[in-house]
């Protein structure tokens, strides 16, 4: 699961992620999907691009 917010500034992101999923799977440039999502600030940024779906990992153990 995604943060709803970004751990440093604060903003709102979580609104952001399955349209950067959708997109980057596509095979947009994920710069170029974040540039037109608005989010410029690069604590942001990374929130989104160093995001692992850790859920799906860890449900076959419960």
Known sequence: MIPVRCFTCGKVISSSWEEFKRRTEKG????????????????????????????????PYQ
């Open 28 to 59: 947009e440039e994920p710069a170029a999907v974040l540039d037109d999502l608005g989010l410029t600030r690069y604590c942001c940024r990374r929130m989104l691009l160093s995001h692992v779906e850790l859920v799906d990992k860890f449900a």
